[in-house]
């Protein structure tokens, strides 16, 4: 049984993410979910979070506001992506599941302080995790592993030509966390990009039985349309899932131990992580680099779990 908590930005492949996590009581114990603004501001990440713990009947988890912008940078958002709301797509009432009083910062102080062998899952931007490791060093060697929908290499950048969102968003919190120490892994757009929803696979989630499946189709109906144009393929990538794919079934993953830092000063290149492959520096290796992933494994696994929910 993993202890995590989740810090994310829904977002409908946050939103899958969560899904599959809450689907998942046997293995994933969630301490609480952190909302911080990034595909959209606050307000939105924060009702979306809220809406998906109530669609799941996962009311029993605890949700808490994170931050309202990154460290330094302006916030850049990607309603052009996820719709004005960040969860475009399916008529899901309005919430009313509680948002904790403590701020998302301190929750995760104090859960670092207090429990051990915790895992911090990021789907979003690192500002809470930054803030974090900032107020309170201490929490850095008390992380069991910290699992990030972060970065790119070989892909390039999504936002930018050469940054992925996330990274973009908040790249003075990537430079601290990628210099913290903390046990990371990364899953970058290279693995990713490898596990697309086609077509096909999008009606397997419109044909189940339960409420979540077909709404889960909805939302990735809604938010396919940017990759699709992009990249010309048969569905989107499914980003965030990956993170909690690879804490259920690391098998389906190849990594490898690498050094990654990321570009903060140049507004050509800002966020693009720089993975130093090779071993041409002497940088150490700092995280696991996921690189590649199994698709149908990680769809049959997708598939099973939402089938639980109701
Ligand atoms: C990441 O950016 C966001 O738009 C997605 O939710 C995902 O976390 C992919 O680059
Ligand atoms: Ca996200």
């Known amino acids: 049984m993993r202890k995590i908590i989740i810090d994310t930005d829904p ?3 946050d939103a899958l993410a969560l899904l599959l996590a809450l689907a998942s009581p046997d ?5 609480g979910i952190v909302a911080v603004a990034g595909n959209v501001p606050l307000h939105h990440t924060l009702n979306n979070a809220r809406k998906i713990v109530e669609l799941s009947g ?3 988890i605890k949700i808490y506001a994170g931050s309202d912008r990154p460290l330094r940078q302006t916030l850049v958002t990607a309603e052009h992506v996820h719709g004005a709301t960040g969860l475009d797509g399916p008529d899901l009432p309005e919430p009313t599941h509680p948002v904790e009083t403590q701020h998302g910062v301190d929750f995760i102080i104090d859960t670092l302080r207090n429990v051990t062998d915790v895992t911090l899952v990021t789907l979003g931007p690192l500002t809470d995790i930054a803030k974090a490791f900032q107020q309170a060093p201490d ?4 992380i069991r592993e910290m699992v ?3 970065g790119a290499w070989r892909e390039l950048g999504n936002v930018t030509p050469t940054a992925e969102f996330n990274a973009y968003v908040d790249p003075e919190a990537v430079d601290i966390v990628l210099n913290s120490g903390a046990n990371l892994t990364l899953l970058p757009l290279d693995a990713t990009h490898k596990v697309q929803s086609t077509q096909d696979r ?4 419109r044909d189940m039985a339960n409420r979540t499946g077909p709404q889960a189709a909805i939302m990735l109906k809604a938010s396919e349309a940017f990759d699709i144009k992009k990249f010309g393929w048969d569905g989107a990538p499914l980003h965030d899932p990956c993170t909690i794919a690879y804490l259920l079934k690391p098998e389906l993953f190849t990594g490898r131990a690498v050094n990654v830092s990321v570009e903060t000063q140049s507004q050509l290149t800002l966020g693009m992580t720089v993975v130093d492959w090779y071993r041409a520096t002497d940088r150490w290796p700092n ?3 996921i690189h590649d992933a199994e698709a149908v494994g990680f769809y049959d696994l997708l598939f099973e779990r939402l089938r639980r929910l109701p």
């Open 58 to 60: 996962r009311t029993d």
């Open 139 to 142: 929490i850095i060697s008390k």
């Open 202 to 205: 999008l009606q397997v989630l």
């Open 287 to 289: 995280a696991n680099f």
């Open 11 to 13: 977002g409908q492949d």
């Open 27 to 31: 293995e994933l114990d969630i301490l």
């Open 148 to 150: 990030m929908m972060l």
